[in-house]
């Protein structure tokens, strides 16, 4: 089975050395990462990945914090060699360690710039800066996509990649640099010459870039059709050579932008994964069971979408009514695919699979989410979990939601619980607030959930609508005026 784009990224900066631009290294691994191999809770570091796809564990409760997960990246690897990198340290030192870090990004010798970059991923990772480096927050993105452009290793690159992404999640919302970012990072992402890994970074960063700084969902719906066309089109409907782990990123971006241009026209949502069906059926039959995964959650994602808007626009008696009386079971209307049986044949049998061909833990994954995803399309079930962050529970009870939060842990990583409480940016994603006077808090009783129906949540969405139209103004008077 492939790697995944995280473990790529943790097998380089494992190997304790620099390897040359054709991404080749020695593999070889040190006491630190191998003490590091056992992740401190259920939520392991292979499966930062795993809050999509195994969404009904039910481990996964109130009581259970994702904090002291190791970090998809594996920046602290390096811990015991460099201390300054203790997540500790990093929180108490951030501003003066940062200005640092951006001043070495300048230096000549590759080892001082993968260096100051992994300090770099490390702090916009581990600390929300977004209210306290505005006067330098362009500099700092600018040096990280210089190092990107000009890279001389291949962990220089990925590191460099990981910091736009995270650049964005801290400062992007009000960003007018989403134009020039979006274009290199696109152009990375068609070059086949390049390291897969490479290619699979820029498409998780170009995701999240735009998600966070696109203009509208029209933005999101032009991606996507490069996806589509570029990378799912030509490698799983006319089996041209690419890369899985190309293919299992390209479905997860497409997966975190459906949510946006379903949330802004439910119509070209629709629209848009009629033409990509083919592709995500045939990703079904991928040999690897991360693109197998990756296909099942847009499945699950649109058909919850679209059926959930059929409900909306055929309403039952007692939907109408607002009740209905106790002895009579009334269903709701379902909506279907066109090919819906077809999808339903196939994802039974890979619910079913043996685990001879891909081991025992891979077939697991395989069956928690097809199990999933049958729910909802047969039944309209969607999962449902909470996490706790710093003593709050937030709940994930539908597929848009679990989508956003699964790129987010790609990006953040082990930081996850410090944006979720301070990061204003993911607040306004997942519509929770963690406002609370300090005795419920010392309590741990305030568990705050914003309904995503309720006012609050309207309110913040429309909010961050008008940001983004703002922006995009901004950026359209810029060129009128030149």
Not at 59 to 69: F, L, T, V, W, Y
Not at 187 to 216: E, T, Y
């Amino acid at each position: 089975m492939a790697h995944s784009t995280n473990e790529l990224l943790r097998a380089v900066l494992n190997s304790k050395r620099t390897p040359s631009s054709s991404g080749r290294s020695n593999g070889g691994g040190s006491k630190q990462s191998s003490r590091r191999g056992t992740p401190k809770s259920s939520l392991s570091t292979r499966g930062s990945r795993a809050v999509s796809r195994n969404v009904s564990d039910d481990e996964m409760d109130d009581s259970m914090s994702i904090a002291s997960d190791d970090t998809w990246l594996g920046y602290d690897l390096d811990e015991e060699q460099d201390p300054s990198l203790d997540d500790s340290f990093v929180r108490e030192n951030w501003e003066s360690r940062l200005h640092g870090a951006i001043d070495a990004l300048s230096e000549k010798r590759v080892s001082v710039r993968e260096k100051a970059l992994a300090a770099v991923v490390k702090i916009l990772s581990h600390v929300y800066v977004g209210e306290g480096l505005e006067s330098s927050s362009l500099t700092c993105l600018e040096s990280v996509r210089k190092c990107a452009r000009a890279a001389k290793s291949t962990i220089e690159a990925q590191l460099a990649l990981c910091g736009v992404a995270l650049w964005f999640v801290n400062f992007g919302v009000d960003s007018e640099e989403y134009g020039s970012v979006s274009d290199q990072l696109k152009a990375l992402i068609l070059d086949k010459a390049k390291h897969a890994s490479l290619r699979a970074l820029s498409m998780g960063a170009l995701g999240m870039v735009n998600f966070i700084a696109g203009a509208d969902y029209r933005d999101a719906a032009q991606l996507m059709d490069v996806l589509h066309k570029q990378i799912l089109e030509p490698s799983l409907v006319s089996r041209q050579q690419e890369d899985p782990a190309v293919v299992r990123q390209a479905l997860e971006t497409y997966g975190l932008l459906m949510t946006v241009v379903l949330d802004g026209n439910m119509s070209l949502g629709d629209q848009m994964f009629d033409s990509a069906f083919d592709a995500h059926i045939r990703a079904l039959a991928a040999d690897e069971i991360d693109v197998r995964v990756a296909a099942a959650q847009n499945f699950a994602l649109v058909h919850s979408a679209l059926a959930h808007e059929d409900r909306q626009q055929h309403p039952t008696n007692a939907e109408q009514l607002g009740s209905s009386p106790p002895t009579v079971r009334i269903q709701s209307p379902v909506f279907e695919f066109e090919r819906q049986e077809e999808l339903v044949a196939t994802l039974r049998m890979l619910r079913h699979q043996s685990s001879k061909k891909h081991g025992k833990r891979d077939t697991t994954t395989q069956r928690a989410m097809m199990r999933d995803v049958l729910k909802v399309i047969e039944s309209g079930e969607a999962p449902s979990f909470r996490l706790a962050f710093h003593g709050r529970a937030v709940l994930f009870d539908d597929w848009s939601r679990i989508v956003r939060l699964s790129a987010f842990r790609a990006v953040l990583g082990g930081g996850l619980p410090v944006h979720f409480v301070e990061n204003p940016l993911l607040q306004d994603v997942f519509h929770v607030d963690f406002h609370a006077n300090d005795g419920d808090l010392a309590a741990n009783v305030a568990r705050v959930v914003v309904d995503p129906s309720s006012e609050l949540a309207k309110i913040r969405t429309k909010n961050m609508e008008k940001r983004r139209r703002d922006a995009q103004r901004a950026k359209s008077h810029d060129i009128d005026d030149y």
